[in-house]
């Protein structure tokens, strides 16, 4: 479980690989603090997607190591990283942490774009495209999930939602360099699912829709 507060950002050290497994894996250089907080099997939010720590190798900065299944690579941009691309970290919630965002479980229910982009000084305005499958869980002030930062619903329409980022997010997050056209992973608040579920149970909401499909299969990058 997570808050959709962002430790820091990470640096992808190479391309994703293959695994021999079946999977893909990504090696993340950060700090040395992230590391102390970590230990094999540790779950570790990479851009909002809960991913398992396989290898810690320490140093100053460390480096981490976390395989990605097939599931996640349909339902994610994680495999559209290459090495050196910035990526939003966050440790799991541990008991006693202050929940300053709201409660992220990092299971992305999908991708989307941003489809538009206005700058207001220091402050930034990003507005996404609403997936329709995943629109009956947003409200406008509610909680949303985008790759990793919980942020507020500035503004809900029919076809796309916005987001306000104060300098502090623009700073600490990856959000800073998204521009029309980039694609982010999406969670929505996990409690609006569970409200929806049971309205739907009680035939007062359509039944929950089955997910977004899944995108085409991953294929490693070409060589140079």
């Not at 799991?92 to 202050?98: F, H, I, Q, S, W």
């Not at 869980?137 to 939602?161: C, H, N, P, Q």
């Not at 694609?183 to 739907?200: F, G, Q």
Request: charged share 20%; net charge negative.
């Amino acid at each position: 479980m997570f808050t959709g507060i962002i430790r820091e950002q990470g640096r992808l050290v190479e391309d994703p690989r293959p695994s021999g497994q079946g999977g893909v894996r990504l090696v993340v250089e950060h700090s040395r603090e992230l590391a102390d907080l970590l230990t094999i099997g540790a779950s570790l939010a990479f851009n909002g997607v809960c991913l398992t720590v396989t290898e810690i190798a320490a140093g100053s900065p460390a480096r981490s190591t976390v395989e990605l299944s097939p599931e996640t690579l349909a339902r994610t941009t994680l495999g559209g990283f290459r090495g050196g691309d910035r990526v939003n970290l966050e440790p799991a919630l541990r008991a006693g942490d202050a929940l300053g965002g709201h409660m992220v479980q990092g299971h992305v229910d999908g991708t989307t774009a941003v489809v538009g982009r206005r700058d207001l000084d220091a402050h930034r305005e990003l507005a996404f495209a609403l997936p329709g499958d995943l629109a009956p869980y947003l409200v406008e002030k509610g909680s949303v999930t985008v790759d990793g930062v919980s942020l507020t619903i500035a503004m809900l329409a029919t076809d796309r939602f916005s987001v306000a980022l104060i300098p502090h997010t623009l700073e600490i997050t990856t959000l800073a360099g998204r521009e029309v056209g980039d694609r982010v992973n999406l969670e929505v608040d996990v409690l609006s699912k569970y409200v929806h579920r049971i309205l739907a149970a009680r035939g007062l909401a359509p039944a929950a829709p089955a997910g977004l499909a899944a995108e085409e299969p991953w294929q490693p990058p070409s060589a140079p």
